[in-house]
């Protein structure tokens, strides 16, 4: 029922994880896997069967009822569903607030910010308040605030779920660049089959409330994967396969 | 390709920087005529508002009115001819005027101090906001006359007296503004400030009051046109000390001065206004950068 700090090279692992609410709703059942660093694994599965809490329990914002978590959680990155910018920061300032709450000085965290930014793609936006950003450019500096940390761990929830398809897809290219450079365990949750075998070394699919996982899929592509691999035969069948075990799981 | 070449090629760039602000792509000389057509439905409104209000003056003035019955209501320009352009009168509106501002002040500085200290309280703890909000809530409802006496009794009938009445009035605004701000940061934002476990001290100074300050500056702006109203009412009932607004628009109804009883009331009027938009000025000041302010129409 505790977050262990762990020193094996599992970065994150669930081990028989359970969780019911106080209002008896049984979200999670004897949910177990672990993510290496190196590793990039995204969950799919039908709504409300617990995804989203699967990463609180993970970041320590929810405590689960059954099972033990083993994660490093001092530097542990999460990107949310919205990009949750303050508004009255500029971007510069939005990035550096994860290093500047965790005591890091002012020149060293401008410095993080910066090469954040940079890495996103941000470059000349720094001056910029988040009113005037697109969606697309808001989950950039979202998840250049996370790296500015460079977490062992990285907690994505649904991040481009809001964006449309082009950006989504172009989002989904850079986390991967990303991904190669930094060489962080990836927890990835989304809907989107395609954005789940584009970006992942593995693919969990999970069955409705109570969420169990159900299908394991390892996905065979080389990185860097070019945007031309979704038009692929082999992508194709696997995502054809991964979902009509998501079909499976909805009933 | 590394994102930043990408970026710089433009293969990643359009569809994601498309939606930065579009105003800076207008060109200048569209600019200064939609500029000017705004200022036109800006201004143009209230004039024309203004001119038909001044019309209504003087016919009831001259049309409902006849010459016995003339002081209940003055024509314009003789309110302008004996309330504002005979110096006499008019220094003396503007005396009291300074005299009721000071209070103004002083009571909406302190109700500023008291209402931050127990919104902030209030938003530490359920319990907290449980016990005092009620009470707040009272205090807005009791009708000001009824406790002029008790007022009166402990604090006298000068200066002291009317800041109390001014505190009274302006504190219900603060203390639910301020409180309704800080309890308006997103779920979201609380989560990434947990995550990274910031202190309570850390959480309210960097996320839950510069959340709270479009909500903040409604509440300042609303108290302190309620801070002037106090002050007026408050040397109207006590009428000892300084010589307010309040204490002149007394002396000048009970002689059935109506020149100067209206020059005075514009004036009140006037002040409440102008305390109005300069709080809206530094609103727009601390935080129209970030925040989209709704425009007051004034």
Redesign the interface.
Same mark, same amino acid.
Do not use: C, N, S
């Given at each position: 029922m505790t977050a262990t700090t762990t020193t094996t090279t599992k970065a994150l692992s669930f081990d028989g994880i359970g969780m019911t609410f106080p209002d008896g709703t049984e979200a999670l059942r004897d949910v177990s896997f672990s993510v290496d660093r190196g590793e990039f694994v995204t969950v799919v599965g039908p709504s409300g069967c617990g995804k989203s809490t699967l990463l609180k329990i993970a970041s320590g914002l929810l405590e689960n009822t059954e099972g033990q978590v083993s994660v490093d959680r001092e530097r542990i990155g999460y990107v949310f569903q919205d990009a949750t910018l303050l508004h009255w920061r500029t971007i510069q300032r939005n990035v550096e607030l994860f290093a500047e709450l965790h005591g890091i000085g002012k020149e060293e965290r401008r410095d993080l910010a910066k090469k954040a930014i940079d890495m996103v793609g941000l470059s000349g936006f720094e001056n910029h308040y988040p009113k005037s950003l697109s969606g697309g450019m808001k989950m950039r500096a979202s998840l250049a605030r996370t790296l500015t940390l460079q977490p062992p761990v990285f907690l994505f929830d649904e991040p481009f779920g809001a964006v449309d398809e082009i950006t989504r897809e172009h989002l989904n290219e850079e986390t991967q660049r990303l991904f190669q450079r930094e060489g962080f365990a990836g927890l990835f949750i989304t809907h989107s089959i395609s954005e789940a075998v584009f970006m992942s070394t593995r693919v969990l699919v999970m069955s409705a409330r109570p969420g169990r996982i159900v299908a394991e899929f390892e996905v065979p592509f080389e990185y860097p994967r070019k945007p031309g691999l979704r038009f692929d035969a082999a992508f194709a069948e696997l995502s054809g396969q991964v979902s009509a075990e998501l079909r499976g799981a909805h009933s | 390709m590394?994102?930043?070449q990408?970026?710089e090629t433009g293969a990643?760039?359009s569809?994601?920087?498309?939606?930065?602000?579009p105003s800076t792509m207008n060109a200048g000389s569209i600019r200064l005529k939609s500029r000017r057509r705004l200022a036109a439905e800006t201004i143009l409104p209230p004039m024309v508002m203004g001119g038909i209000f001044i019309s209504f003056w003087y016919l009831i003035s001259y049309g409902v009115l006849d010459e016995r019955r003339r002081f209940l209501l003055r024509p314009p320009h003789q309110v302008l001819k004996v309330g504002f352009l005979d110096w006499d009168n008019f220094s003396e509106i503007l005396d009291g005027l300074v005299s009721s501002t000071k209070v103004a002040m002083i009571g909406l500085g302190i109700s500023i101090m008291i209402g931050f200290f127990l919104a902030t309280l209030m938003s530490q703890a359920k319990v907290v906001e449980r016990a005092i909000f009620p009470f707040m809530v009272t205090l807005q409802a009791i009708p000001i006359l009824a406790i002029v006496p008790l007022i009166s009794f402990w604090w006298g009938t000068g200066q002291r007296s009317r800041v109390v009445v001014c505190i009274i009035i302006s504190l219900f605004p603060i203390i639910v503004n301020t409180l309704f701000g800080l309890q308006s940061a997103?779920r979201?934002?609380h989560?990434?400030?947990?995550? $990274?476990?910031?202190s309570r001290v850390?959480r309210l100074r960097?996320?839950m009051f510069?959340?709270a300050?479009p909500a903040i500056f409604a509440g300042l702006r609303i108290s302190a046109g309620l801070s002037v109203i106090g002050a007026i009412v408050g040397d109207f009932f006590f009428g000892l000390g300084d010589v307010g607004i309040g204490q002149l628009l007394r002396k000048y109804a009970n002689n059935l001065w109506g020149e100067q009883l209206l020059a005075a009331v514009i004036m009140s009027s006037a002040l409440g206004v102008t305390v109005f938009l300069i709080f809206g000025w530094i609103q727009n000041a601390a935080?129209g950068?970030? $925040?989209?302010t709704s425009d007051s129409g004034i």
């Open positions: - | 590394t994102t930043q990408a970026a990643i760039e569809p994601l920087v498309g939606g930065a602000d997103e979201g934002m989560d990434l400030f947990t995550l $990274h476990q910031a850390t960097k996320l510069p959340a300050l935080i950068k970030w $925040h989209d």
